[in-house]
């Protein structure tokens, strides 16, 4: 059975790094062609993918949130994590982790609200 | 990056009704394009993947067709429990991209 599931703080200030971690069962992280994708939805808008890494450990980051992103994963752990440095109101989101394979997201987590408030 | 267009972005339907959304590329992504079921509070879920492949587990009235820059997701026979809101994806490039999202809702 495979699971995801996002951990990280509910709440953080202006101008600090996000920390989110995904960890996953029912499947690893070595598995060839897979990989995982982060993605994360405003309230009431859309969704939004920002990046992924694949079991080679190759990287892709949302063009416009590029400078702000780092994926890393640890393959021991069946963990991925998400960074994202100088957090603003608007990213102010639900941020789901989800497993990518050669048609698209298949399994998603249940997401985790993250709210960005002095 | 691909740029996905989705239409309409909300649309008011009866029971019953038979249901088309469509997404545009704005360049040819052959047919790696997935839709996406989301309701609210809940994580997205697939119904079709590859344009027009049905995901397992997914009511048949849903289909999908398309192929390079336009798609479509229909709804044969619109139910209670499909009043929500929908989202194609393209995976073509190794820069995703979703559709703005439609959201179907009780006329």
């Known amino acids: 059975q495979v699971t995801l599931k996002e951990s990280g703080p509910v709440l953080v200030k202006p101008t600090e790094t996000l920390t989110l971690t995904c960890t996953v069962s029912?499947?690893?992280?070595?598995?060839?062609?897979?990989?995982v994708s982060w993605i994360r939805q405003p309230p009431g808008k859309a969704l939004e993918w920002l990046a992924h890494i694949f079991s080679n450990d190759e990287k892709s980051y949302s063009t416009s949130l590029k400078s702000r992103l780092t994926i890393s994963k640890d393959t021991s752990k069946s963990q991925v994590v998400l960074t994202m440095t100088n957090m603003d109101p608007v990213d102010t989101a639900t941020y789901y982790c989800?497993?990518?394979?050669?048609?698209?997201?298949?399994?998603w987590g249940q997401g985790t609200l993250v709210t960005v408030s002095s | 990056d691909i740029q996905m267009t989705q239409s309409p972005s909300s649309l008011s339907a009866s029971v019953g009704d038979r249901v088309t959304i469509t997404c545009r590329a704005s360049q040819g992504i052959r047919n790696d394009l997935g839709w996406y079921q989301q309701k609210p509070g809940k994580a997205p879920k697939r119904l079709i993947y590859a344009a027009s492949s049905l995901q397992s587990g997914v009511p048949s009235r849903f289909s999908g067709s398309g192929s390079g820059t336009e798609f479509t997701l229909t709804i044969s026979s619109l139910q209670p429990e499909d009043f929500a809101t929908y989202y194609c994806l393209q995976h073509n490039s190794y820069l995703l991209t979703f559709g703005g999202g439609t959201k179907v809702e009780i006329k």
């Open positions: 989800a497993r990518i394979e050669v048609a698209g997201f298949d399994y």
């Open positions: 029912g499947f690893s992280l070595s598995n060839a062609r897979m990989g």
